[in-house]
């Protein structure tokens, strides 16, 4: 998974990408915290969190609450 600050959260699944754009709390992404998420599932889902943890200090900087799941498959490349 990869954090575009202040924006989305990618998650690469291979040849799909699937980009969130959180429904409450996107100002709290930052690509330098750690994202740590509990799940009931193996498996995230829109109605899920994801608590924002400082890298180095290990204190929380934020909470963000997931918005859809948005898939987009990779084009093959041509050689």
Do not use: E
Request: charged fraction near 20%; proline fraction near 4%.
């Amino acid at each position: 998974s990869r954090i575009i600050t202040d924006t989305a959260i990618i998650y690469d699944a291979g040849s799909v990408i699937y980009v969130n754009r959180p429904d409450n709390g996107a100002d709290q992404l930052n690509q330098w915290d750690t994202m740590v998420t509990r799940t009931p599932t193996t498996r995230l889902c829109n109605v899920d969190t994801v608590t924002m943890i400082d890298r180095a200090s290990h204190s929380f900087t934020g909470m963000v609450f997931l918005g859809d799941f948005v898939p987009y498959r990779r084009v093959a490349q041509r050689n």
